[in-house]
């Protein structure tokens, strides 16, 4: 038992552990609890109900157009595929790459 070199941890010890702890943990803690709380300040200032409710009606044009592109850009890949000289195209550029021969060794 020559190389145990535990020592017993106090209820003292484990104290002041816990509110070092507390302390390194809480102080950056509080800085973003109050830099949220003043964000949230700062909105409820400066976003209105009446504001979001226009944007809210007005925001369908915008949300359909993405739509629409998503869906053509959908069926306009199905359409490439079925092209033949889209499918015999080279996929890569290591598709592209011509190997030179050695002209001694025809």
């Known amino acids: 038992m020559t ?3 535990t020592l017993p941890v106090t209820s ?8 070092a702890f507390a302390a390194i ?5 509080a800085v973003v609890q109050s830099v949220i ?5 700062q909105v409820r200032a400066t ?3 009446a504001a979001v409710a226009a944007v809210a009606t007005t925001f369908s044009f915008p949300l359909v157009l993405m739509v629409l592109v998503l869906g053509f850009l959908t069926v306009q890949h199905r359409l490439d595929g079925r092209d033949p000289k889209f499918r015999s195209a080279p996929l890569t550029s290591a598709d ?7 002209e001694d060794a025809s």
């Open 96 to 102: 592209t790459t011509i190997a030179f021969t050695d």
């Open 37 to 41: 709380s003043g964000v949230e300040e």
């Open 3 to 5: 190389g145990d070199r």
């Open 25 to 29: 943990v809480g102080a950056p803690l």
């Open 47 to 49: 976003v209105k109900p």
């Open 12 to 19: 003292d010890d484990a104290n002041a552990t816990s509110s």
